[in-house]
Structures are given as structure tokens and as C-alpha cells.
């Protein structure tokens, strides 16, 4: 009888805490969803599918360790990505302005911007960065 009311108490707990309780994502770094921020790391090329128009390309940040994206400050929404991630992430997706010029893909470099979570099918990765320009790119590309 012990055990039963044990792990009703538990059970009740977990349900009373949410569904996220237990998910904390554990990484030395922990960082905002729209905050500005600055990364490092290698950029690289990846391929997504989209499902009505197919394959397409897109560029990520390697971070040298994962980091965890915590919801903002005035809490995250489901259907905009930006609840906090799980599990520590090592891949940033490109995105904003500088996703749109010629990137050093292969090279270190920084990038500054804002971190938000995918909502739509061209977001690959779990967390993008809306960044103006990414440093080591060349101006005017």
C-alpha cells in the first residue's frame, strides 16, 4: 500500500510540475531566446527538405559545446519554437540577413545576433540566430 501512495505522490508531483520538470537541459552555457548574443564557431552547410519544394541548403554554426536556449524572460510560445531546449544544442541555423549573402562556410568565426526557435519547414535546426552579417564575411556579399 506504501509503494502505491508513493507513486501516486509521485506521479501527482510530475503532473503538477508540468511537462518540462524534469527535461532541464544541462550545459555550462545557458542563453536567452531574443536576447542578443554572441557565438563562435565553424560554419558549415547542411541540407533540409521542405515538403512542397523539396531539398534545399542552409548554413549552421558548429559550436565547440553544446549550449542550452531557455525561453525568454516573459515565457516561450509552442508555436513559435522558443519554450527552451531539452537538451543541449551544438548546431545553430543561419538565418536573417546574413543568410542571404556568400558565408565562409568552413572558416571560425563570430556571430552576433538573436537566437529564436524553428516554426516553419525551412528551420532546420532547433535554434536559429537572426544575425545581420556574420564576422569574417566580406562586406557587400
Excluded at 24 to 34: D, F, K, Q, S
Excluded at 103 to 129: D, Q, S, Y
Aim: include cysteine.
Amino acid at each position: 500500500m506504501r509503494v502505491v501512495i508513493l507513486a501516486l505522490s509521485v506521479a501527482s508531483a510530475a503532473l503538477i510540475a508540468g511537462p518540462h520538470a524534469s527535461l532541464a537541459c544541462e550545459a555550462a552555457v545557458h542563453l536567452n531566446y531574443n536576447e542578443p548574443v554572441e557565438l563562435e564557431g565553424v560554419l558549415k552547410s547542411g541540407t533540409g527538405h521542405h515538403e512542397a519544394q523539396g531539398d534545399f541548403n542552409y548554413v549552421y554554426l558548429a559550436l565547440d559545446k553544446g549550449i542550452c536556449v531557455d525561453a525568454p524572460k516573459g515565457g516561450g510560445d509552442d508555436d513559435f519554437g522558443d519554450t527552451g531546449t531539452d537538451n543541449p544544442v551544438d548546431r545553430i541555423q543561419i538565418a536573417g540577413e546574413a543568410s542571404q549573402k556568400e558565408l565562409p562556410e568552413g572558416k571560425r568565426v563570430k556571430v552576433k545576433g538573436t537566437l529564436f526557435g524553428a516554426h516553419t519547414m525551412w528551420h532546420v535546426e532547433e535554434v536559429l540566430i537572426d544575425a545581420p552579417a556574420v564576422d569574417g564575411q566580406k562586406d557587400g556579399q
